[in-house]
T-cell receptor, first 111, second 115 residues
Framework: SQQGEEDPQALSIQEGENATMNCSYK?????LQWYRQNSGRGLVHLIL?????REKHSGRLRVTLDTSKKSSSLLITASRAADTASYFC???????????FGGGTRVLVKP | GAVVSQHPSWVICKSGTSVKIECRSL??????MFWYRQFPKQSLMLMAT?????????EQGVEKDKFLINHASLTLSTLTVTSAHPEDSSFYIC???????????FGQGTRLTVV
């Protein structure tokens, strides 16, 4: 069963705009990770945020984590057409354990 | 990051035949391998977890006799889909983990089409 739910399920924006997607989960976690998947391809690891962290940045990506609300958000700033992909959050309950993925958000960035 | 090589990237097979998918960790020893399945426009669902030298642990609803997982070495895990049927057509992805590291590295995935 899926641990996380993501919203929106799909997002269409213009190049240069920001894209925000949210992930909610059900149980306590060790960390939460965000991945990108281009159509028909494997997963690319974007960022990992630990349960004791609240915010993390990587280039144009900003991730927040609110463990009290069991939710996380991924913000992509100044989006580019190349950011068009599906984005998944995944939670890890304990180190070295399996990942449980959310339903994903399909992002379309129009040039 | 570390590299996990998955092969083949796509395969078409006839109904009733078996297909083997390989997942190799190229520059690290994967003490744990995870196998996921992804249907079109859906998320990844974990099928099984395998630790090197041990029997795989399957998720609820996944038939262990149909999806045979072998993790005989620290750099190679295989998933064999036995007696494949059209409903097994899916995207299969492996990931490898070393020890208690928190970041698993994913293979490129295998698109299986059963006709």
């Amino acid at each position: 069963s899926q641990q996380g739910e993501e919203d929106p399920q799909a997002l269409s924006i213009q190049e240069g705009e920001n894209a925000t997607m949210n992930c909610s989960y059900k149980t306590s976690i060790n960390n939460l990770q965000w991945y990108r998947q281009n159509s028909g391809r494997g997963l690319v690891h974007l960022i990992l945020i630990r349960s004791n962290e609240r915010e993390k940045h990587s280039g144009r990506l900003r991730v927040t984590l609110d463990t009290s609300k069991k939710s996380s958000s991924l913000l992509i700033t100044a989006s580019r057409a190349a950011d068009t992909a599906s984005y998944f959050c995944a939670t890890e309950i304990a180190a070295g354990n399996k990942l449980t993925f959310g339903g994903g958000t399909r992002v379309l960035v129009k040039p | 990051g570390a590299v996990v090589s998955q092969h083949p990237s796509w395969v078409i097979c006839k109904s009733g035949t078996s297909v083997k998918i390989e997942c190799r960790s190229l520059d690290f020893q994967a003490t744990t391998m995870f196998w996921y399945r992804q249907f079109p426009k859906q998320s990844l669902m974990l099928m099984a977890t395998s630790n090197e030298g041990s029997k795989a642990t399957y998720e609820q609803g996944v038939e262990k006799d149909k999806f045979l997982i072998n993790h005989a070495s620290l750099t190679l895990s295989t998933l064999t889909v036995t007696s494949a049927h059209p409903e097994d057509s899916s995207f299969y992805i492996c990931s490898g983990l070393w020890g208690l590291n928190t970041e698993a590295f994913f293979g490129q995935g295998t698109r299986l089409t059963v006709v």
